[in-house]
């Protein structure tokens, strides 16, 4: 018989309880900030184990939850798989109509929801036949008018604080979150045991995102939106100091919580930091405890990174910009991921022969999405089927395998057939290696524009015109044409204050810096807001459903659409 047991999430319960009972988890609810340690959460644990049972949730039933970042929501992280059963996170944030796709799929027993965002659920519940035998714990107060639910602190009160964990195989599922496709329904990803495990064990690696005892760390990135990316285990796995920033968390509550609990490590997708960065140009908050910002979920844009390099000392900016982090060097990480890989994929350190080369040839690699972590294998492949060369410039789509990637949808024969093949998930996503193995995201594949049979990146325009003084956001899409195929339309956000008069042609002019002509958008609308996906993403498809017709094309002729100049 080989060493060693399943890979489960218990021990990682079981060292932070044993080893740092100290240790503190801090959580902003609706009530306030609430403290306690790792000790009293290894008690509150194993009573909501064991009022679980009481409520008839055994091994292999689906647990949902409906909630933000709060210490009763990571209670459930831990409870609910440990006991065999499997957390299903709910994105709130979905339409009604995926919210009662998801909840009737999974067939949830049981669904905690926080008090503030009952209301939302109560509206999917309604007449939906999934929902009738469900029962419902609401998170905070003392019920809620919208379900007949029980409150959370009654549900576990007056149970044991001890619980006799039971022996599970590692292939046991543990979570569940559901990811949104263009078209169609949520297609469902389960992870078992093993997976998480392994996805911890990666990012607590130095080329992941390390998480270590003398650690404080806050996921701004929403609990729904898989596990936090993971950080809630990784974080205890490594014995640090939890900080929850509650319900939608403000770039105020969390430049707060940054000061006042000492924050080292925060994770977010990119609006969550042009938030702050905003913030704090007319706010003094004590930045200074943080060592890593997490970016993610979609692509950061170099001027973000600059930014954090030139208030903290790392650039060749002038001294005098040095504000907020009293010269401690806050590094900004690009990381990569998806919900089907638990989600991290990759992260961009740099490599060791990279940390002698001068500023801007490292910028230029942090601003990629990284290099895979250990224990994950990829592949890019171009439209004919073989291999790219990594020379920074080819590019084809990307496809990854490893321990923590899933093999298939949740009951989705077709999606399985077109996503998955022998062992590989393919990513959707279209990338470029360059010779150092760095990747870099040029687009989702359904959203590269092609122009006279040749690819443009909507993404890599986008970042181009966000780093523009005097625009605040932008998204690039292909609209149809007769012609050329599609050709690029920017929608563009214009800072306060901006001359909107002139901002198109400065926008060409800036672009004309770095991209060829026939990239050129044809043209340049201003909207109030981009619009969102439920997870914080740009929304291709509000944007073309809202704004993009092809009469934003009339009368324009492209100076070039194409490379040969046409
Ligand atoms: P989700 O499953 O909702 O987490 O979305 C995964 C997708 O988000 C990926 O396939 C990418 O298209 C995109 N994405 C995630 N991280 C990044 C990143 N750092 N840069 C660009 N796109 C990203």
Redo the contacts with the bound molecule.
Sequence with gaps: MPGGTDQTLRPFLWRAANLYPDTEIVSRTHEGVELYTYAEYADRTAQLANALDASGIAEGDRVGTFCWNHHRHFETYFAVPTIGAQLHTINPLLPDEHIRYIVENAEDELIFVDDSLAPKLASAAAEAPAFEDVEFVVMSGSGTDALEATPYEAFIADRETEYDWPTLSEDQPAGMCY?SGTTGNPKGVEYTHQMLWSHTMATLTPQGIPMADDDVVMPVVPMFH?NAWGMPFTATAGGAKHVYPGPSPEPADVAGLIEDEGVTITAGVPTVWLGLMEYMEDHDVDLSTLDSVIV?????PESMIRWFDDHDGGSAAPESMIRWFDDHDVELL???????MS?IGSVSHLKGGLEEADYETQLAHRAK?GLMVPGIEFRVIEEDGDEIPWDGEAFGELWVRGPWITQEYFERPEANREDFEEGWLK???VVTVDEEGYLQ?VD?AKDVIKSGGEWISSVELENAIMAHDDVTEAAVVGVPHDRWQERPVAFVVPAAGADEDRLPESIRELLREDYPTWWLPDAIEYIEEIPKTA?G?FSKKDIREAYSDESLLEGRVPEEAAPDGD
Aim: aromatic residues 4%; proline residues 4%.
């Design positions: 990811t898989v993610g979920g979609s692509a950061a690009h990381a990569w991921g998806m919900t089907e989600p999405q990513t959707g996503d995201i989702r997870t993403k």
